[in-house]
């Protein structure tokens, strides 16, 4: 009979960055007095990894993290500070918060996953196998929830030494049926055993499997090898997300694409906003440079330009990174944009932005590019309803712009898919009065707050 066990190793202290959690390992095993075995399969909890590499963050800089770990948004729920955003990180792994985690971190802090996982496990396996002159195995394990079930368990995230899926294709079952998709995900089924005896609140971050030694193999794949492939996933995307594609028969597109973005400047006019000609003018430059930043900053933005009739506007955009485009001053704003498009490569799908979104965050961007990329031609209502402050199109001449007043209605008319963002997202946040400036202060880019007068800071 095949027999396995688990046990937690008791002993490994509050790790901090620039430890060895190999030394720890070992330090663990002599002052126990345990002797691990060759064929045994160490699983470390992942924020033992990521606090010896110093993926220490500030609470703060959440927001920051989580774009940065980010690939794409496959679902949200909520708004505000309750708002849920699974996503894909980096990494491949689809999770909760890009498995950014508050527990066990520090106060006021933050743990981002490890750099590279797999990296990670190889170190630990090879330096104690060089200190024990044994052969082991090493996954690295992290928490995670599931679709249609209710509560968490651990799944493998890193690995080395260790067979992680066995492919039983074309094996017979025991009535002699011959099996056809089995491929049991073991590595996985280690680190749900090893959660049993570690414990959440015990302490005891490290757990040894005895009995798998049969999974054991240097030339095994890390963990990626259990990534499915997006183009084979069926469950690509949050309820919400996949029902605005399907129910209007748009294709949701399995990989991701970059978006060439065209901001409307409107250099050389005013902004709408009822103060001194001179500050409105300044107030439009910089709300326009400010939107430029944001989306330069953003992922999946194959480029940037600004639109506009000012040659020294354009330079200052260039001056930032991005490119820019000089507009007719003759011709109205939408005969502008339709004059831009022709110079895109019809195979890039483009977004055209209001320039005075001067709060704008990348996270707010990135929710945007992942709704509009379900469809062929996507459009964003401002604050109010009415107006717009995003398009975007697969194809850049089927990008018909129809700004200005009732914009949102007239686009939605020709085709246009609204697509929903939260109640806080800033990129609906269009700022065209006073109040809405005074509302958006806190968040203002670097430009605004440049030329904004001190009687509106304080």
Not at 356 to 372: C, H, K, S, Y
């Amino acid at each position: 009979m095949h027999e396995i066990s688990a046990f937690a190793l008791p002993g490994i202290p509050e790790v901090e960055s620039g430890d060895s959690i190999s030394k720890l390992i070992l330090d663990a095993l002599n002052s126990n007095q345990i002797a691990l075995s060759s064929g045994d399969i160490l699983a470390v909890t992942s924020k033992i990894v990521s606090k010896a590499e110093g993926r220490f963050f500030p609470e703060s800089e959440y927001n920051d993290l989580l774009e940065a770990e980010t690939a794409r948004v496959v679902a949200t729920s909520g708004t505000g500070e309750r708002q849920t955003r699974i996503v894909e990180s980096r990494l491949g792994i689809v999770a909760a918060a890009a498995g950014i985690d508050r527990s066990n971190a520090p106060e006021g802090q933050i743990l981002g996953l490890p750099l590279d996982p797999d990296a990670s496990a190889a170190t630990i396996r090879k330096e104690l196998e060089n200190a024990l002159k044994i052969d082991l195995g090493v996954i690295i394990t992290d928490t995670v929830g599931r679709a249609w079930r209710v509560g968490q368990t651990d799944i493998v995230i890193g690995a080395s030494g260790v067979q992680l899926l066995v492919d039983m294709t074309g094996e017979m079952d025991a009535n002699g049926r011959e099996l056809v998709v089995t491929a049991p995900a073991v590595g996985d089924e280690l680190a749900a055993m090893a959660d049993l005896v570690k414990a959440k609140s015990g302490n005891t971050p490290v757990a040894v499997i005895r009995g798998m030694d049969l999974l054991l193999d240097s030339d095994a794949e890390g963990a990626k090898s259990l990534l499915r492939e997006r183009k084979q996933d069926m469950f690509s995307h949050g309820a919400k997300e996949a029902y605005q594609a399907g129910v209007l028969q748009e294709t949701i597109y399995a990989e991701p694409f970059d978006w060439q973005v065209i901001v409307l400047g409107r250099g050389g006019g005013k902004s709408r906003i009822n103060v001194d000609p001179i500050l409105q003018n300044e107030l439009a430059d910089a709300f326009a440079l400010d939107t430029v930043t944001a989306f330069l900053q953003a992922s999946r933005i194959e480029s940037v330009s600004l639109l506009t009739t000012s040659e020294a506007l354009a330079g200052r955009a260039k001056a930032l990174g991005a490119g820019a485009v000089i507009a007719d001053a003759a011709l109205d704003m939408n005969a502008q944009i339709l004059e831009a498009l022709k110079e895109i490569p019809q195979e890039t799908p483009v977004i055209v932005v209001v320039g005075d979104l001067p709060q704008v965050q990348v996270a707010d961007i990135t929710a945007a590019l992942e709704l509009a990329s379900f469809n062929a031609r996507s459009v964003l209502a401002d604050r109010a309803g009415t107006g717009t402050t995003l398009l975007a199109a697969k194809i850049p001449l089927s990008l018909v712009p129809e700004f200005g007043t009732g914009s949102f209605k007239a686009h939605q008319e020709s085709g246009f898919v609204p697509i929903q963002l939260p109640e806080t997202s800033r990129l609906r946040d269009d700022i065209d009065t006073l109040d809405d400036l005074r509302r958006n202060l806190r968040g203002l880019g670097a430009h605004s707050m440049a030329v904004l007068p001190d009687e509106f800071i304080d």
